[in-house]
């Protein structure tokens, strides 16, 4: 295998080798993808540290799982419209599939 047959493979998707798109599959994926997407948008937003122990401070276990918490938040606002990024990304990757 040559690397120009290797980089042609990569930049047009893989072949599904005689198995049709699956719609439902692809829009979960690009779904998905969007929640990741404002998922790494947010984490900077929620890694502020406030060092005071106070009474209502989470401690160590509010260290420990505020990423869920973030992830959580970013799967809600998919779900909820998102930032428009799924309808595109589930346009490219339908066109990607059908090319083979």
């Known amino acids: 295998m040559t690397i120009s047959s290797t980089s042609n493979t990569i930049s047009q998707g893989f072949p599904l080798h005689g198995q049709k798109a699956d719609a439902a599959k692809t829009l979960k994926s690009a779904q998905d993808f969007e929640s990741m997407a404002i998922n790494q948008m ?3 937003m929620f890694a502020t ?3 005071s ?3 209502f401070s989470g401690g160590a276990g509010e260290k420990q799982f505020r990423p869920m918490l973030v992830e959580q938040i970013a799967k ?3 779900n909820n419209g998102g ?3 799924t309808d595109a990304i589930n346009r490219q990757m339908l ?3 059908e090319q083979k």
């Open 49 to 51: 540290e406030d060092d």
């Open 76 to 78: 809600q606002m998919e």
């Open 95 to 97: 066109a990607m599939q």
């Open 83 to 85: 930032i428009g990024m």
């Open 53 to 55: 122990d106070n009474m």
């Open 42 to 44: 947010l984490q900077p």
